[in-house]
C-alpha cells in the first residue's frame, strides 16, 4: 500500500502490559507511560500542597520558572559571546566591540549566576516545608500500588488512577483539620488509608481480604524502613527453598524443620546478626517446653519460650517476627497470626467484620458512574436493590431490569436511553454475558449529544470473567455479594441488614420474641460456617451428651441478653 511519508500512527491502551506478537513490537516504538511509585509519591504531594497550602506551591512553580528562564538567559549570552569570537579579524586586543561585549556579558552573567543562587536558596526552604508533607503522599503512593498488585490476584479486581486520586481528594477534605503541620499530615494519612481500605475492601471477594490487608501492612514497613523484600519473602516461602536432611527433632515434620532452618538463617530488617540463630539449640535444650508451646491450641495467644521479651521490646517488626515463627512452626494458625499483626500495624478497625450498605454504596454513584456487583454462588442483589429504591432516601425510584444473554443488547440500550431521560434507574443482571456490549458501556454513559437526569442510575451485576471490559473496571464502583466469613461476621451482617430497630419491636412479648430472633441468626450463621466442610459439615451424625447441651445452651443465654 502506497503511504505519505509523513503519515504517523499513534496508539494507546489502557493495558498496563499488552502482549504485541514479536513482528509488531519489532515493528513499533512501545513506550511505557505507568506511573512509577516514586513519580506518583510526587504528584502526590503536589496535589496535597496545591489543597493544603496553595501559595507553597505556586512560589515553587514561579521559582523554577525563574530558573529555567535564566538558564537560557544565560545560555544565549555564552552563544553571543561564541559569536562575536567567531567573527572578529586580527587582534581580540585592537576590537574595542568585542571588549564592550565581554565586559557587558560579564555583567550580566554575574547578575544571572545571583539570580540562580537566590534561586537555589528559596528552593531548599520551600523544599523543606514541602517535605513536611511526604509522609501522607508516600502513604498513598504505596496504597495505590496495593491496589494495582491486586488485579494480579483477579482481573475484576482492576481500579483506575482516577478513582484513586477522588479517594486522595477526599481524604483531604474530610480528614480533621489540625493547627500543627505534623499533625495535619497524620490525619490525613489515617483517614487515606481507612478510606482506600474500605473503597477496595468493598469489591474483593472474603477469600482475598485478608491479602489485601496484609499487602498493605508490609509495604507500609518497607517503605518506613522496618522490614525489607527479603524479610516479606521468609514469611511467604520459609523453607521452601532449603535443602536440609539432618533433621534432630523425631516429633517435627520434615517441612516445619525446613522452615526452622530458614529462620535460624535469617536477618530480619538486614540486621548483622540472626533473630533466630540459636532457635535450633534452644529448643533442643528446652525440648518439652517448645514442643508444648507448637502444639498449644492458640499458639499465637501463648507466650513464646526464651524469646518473648526480645520480641516484645522491638516495637517496629515485633509482631511481624512472632509472624514468621507461628508461619514456619504452626502454618495451620497463620491466618489467625496474621489478623494479630495487621491490628498491630494497623488498628482493631482494620480486622473488624465490614458492612457494606446500599445506602452508602449510592452515595458513591453517579448518572456516568455505575455499580458492579461481582456475584457468587447463590448471590442475589436485586431484592435489595429494588428494596432501597422503594424506599429511598429523599424520594423513590422507578427501576427496569434487564436480564443479559442473547440479543438481550438492544432492550438494554433502549431502556437505558429511556431512564437516562427520565431519572429511572436500571439493573442489568448477567452481563458476564454480553461482554461486547458492557465494551461500550463508558460511551454510552457518556453521551455527547444529549443531558443525562441527574437521578438516572446503573445498576450492573456479573460473575467474575477473564475478558471483562477494562474500561467499564475503572469506571464503575465495585461491590462483592457473598456470605460474610466466620460466625462473628456473620451475625454482624444478619443484625445490619435484615434485623433492625423496628423489627425487634414488632412482637410481644419483646424480651422472648428478641431471644427467638437471635437464636434463629445464629443458627443461620452456624449453618452458613458449616458449609466450609462441604457434607461432612451436615451429614455426619453427632451425638449430643447432656453436658454439649448445657454448655451450648448456656452460650445461647449469655448471647442474648
Not at 163 to 181: N, R, W, Y
Not at 185 to 205: A, D
Request: charged share 25%; net charge negative.
Amino acid at each position: 500500500m502506497d503511504y505519505d511519508d509523513h503519515f504517523r500512527l499513534y496508539m494507546t491502551s489502557r493495558l498496563a502490559n499488552p502482549h504485541f506478537s514479536p513482528e509488531l513490537a519489532a515493528k513499533s516504538t512501545i513506550i511505557d507511560f505507568t506511573v512509577t511509585q516514586g513519580g506518583l509519591e510526587q504528584q502526590l504531594l503536589a496535589r496535597l500542597i496545591s489543597k493544603e497550602q496553595k501559595q507553597l506551591e505556586e512560589s515553587l512553580n514561579q521559582v523554577q520558572e525563574e530558573v529555567t528562564s535564566n538558564t537560557k538567559t544565560l545560555q544565549s549570552y555564552e552563544e553571543q559571546l561564541l559569536d562575536k569570537l567567531a567573527s572578529v579579524q586580527g587582534s581580540l586586543l585592537d576590537d574595542p566591540e568585542i571588549i564592550e561585549v565581554l565586559a557587558t556579558i560579564k555583567t550580566k552573567s554575574k547578575e544571572v549566576n545571583e539570580k540562580l543562587v537566590e534561586a537555589a536558596e528559596k528552593k531548599i526552604e520551600i523544599n523543606e516545608k514541602r517535605e513536611l508533607f511526604r509522609p501522607a503522599a508516600a502513604r498513598g503512593a504505596v496504597l495505590y500500588f496495593c491496589v494495582v498488585e491486586m488485579t494480579m490476584v483477579n482481573w475484576m479486581y482492576n481500579t483506575s488512577l482516577t478513582q484513586f486520586l477522588g479517594l486522595f481528594d477526599a481524604a483531604i477534605e474530610f480528614s480533621v483539620k489540625a493547627q500543627l503541620v505534623k499533625e495535619r499530615v497524620l490525619n490525613i494519612r489515617t483517614e487515606l488509608t481507612r478510606r482506600v481500605y474500605y473503597y477496595i475492601n468493598r469489591g474483593l471477594f472474603e477469600r482475598d481480604k485478608t491479602s489485601f490487608k496484609m499487602m498493605m501492612c508490609t509495604k507500609i514497613l518497607i517503605k518506613d524502613g522496618k522490614l525489607t523484600s527479603a524479610d516479606v519473602s521468609l514469611f511467604l516461602k520459609a523453607g521452601a527453598g532449603v535443602d536440609d536432611r539432618n533433621k534432630i527433632f523425631a516429633w517435627m515434620t520434615d517441612k516445619m524443620w525446613l522452615n526452622l532452618k530458614a529462620l535460624s538463617k535469617h536477618k530480619f530488617n538486614n540486621d548483622h546478626a540472626c533473630f533466630f540463630k540459636e532457635l535450633p539449640d534452644r529448643i533442643q535444650r528446652n525440648d518439652t517446653v517448645w514442643r508444648n508451646w507448637i502444639e498449644e491450641n492458640e499458639p499465637e495467644n501463648t507466650t513464646v519460650p526464651d524469646y518473648e521479651e526480645k520480641i516484645s521490646a522491638d516495637p517496629n517488626i515485633g509482631s511481624f517476627i512472632h509472624l514468621c515463627l507461628v508461619r514456619s512452626m504452626r502454618e495451620d494458625r497463620t491466618m489467625l497470626a496474621c489478623n494479630m499483626f495487621i491490628k498491630d500495624v494497623l488498628t482493631e478497625e482494620y480486622i473488624k467484620p465490614v458492612t457494606d450498605f446500599i445506602a452508602d454504596i449510592y452515595d458513591e454513584t453517579k448518572m456516568n458512574v455505575p455499580v458492579l456487583y461481582l456475584l457468587s454462588a447463590g448471590a442475589d442483589p436485586t431484592g435489595a436493590i429494588d428494596e432501597f429504591a422503594k424506599k429511598g432516601q429523599h424520594k423513590q425510584f422507578p427501576t427496569g431490569k434487564v436480564s443479559m444473554g442473547e440479543e438481550q443488547e438492544i432492550p438494554a440500550t433502549a431502556l437505558i436511553n429511556a431512564s437516562m431521560m427520565t431519572g429511572k434507574w436500571v439493573v442489568l443482571n448477567n452481563c458476564h454475558l454480553s461482554l461486547e456490549f458492557m465494551a461500550q458501556m463508558e460511551d454510552i454513559l457518556n453521551p455527547k449529544e444529549k443531558v443525562v437526569h441527574p437521578d438516572f442510575r446503573l445498576w450492573i451485576t456479573c460473575s467474575p470473567h477473564d475478558e471483562f471490559p477494562l474500561s467499564l473496571l475503572q469506571l464503575a464502583v465495585k461491590v462483592t455479594t457473598e456470605p460474610p466469613k466466620g460466625l462473628q461476621a456473620g451475625l454482624s451482617r444478619t443484625f445490619n441488614t435484615v434485623v433492625n430497630q423496628d423489627f425487634l419491636e414488632k412482637v410481644e412479648p419483646y424480651d422472648k420474641w428478641r431471644a427467638a430472633v437471635y437464636s434463629i441468626c445464629f443458627m443461620h450463621s452456624v449453618v452458613q460456617e458449616r458449609r466450609k466442610f462441604g457434607p461432612l459439615g451436615f451429614c455426619i451424625p453427632y451425638e449430643f451428651n447432656n453436658s454439649d447441651l448445657i454448655a451450648s445452651l448456656t452460650f445461647v443465654e449469655q448471647h442474648m441478653t
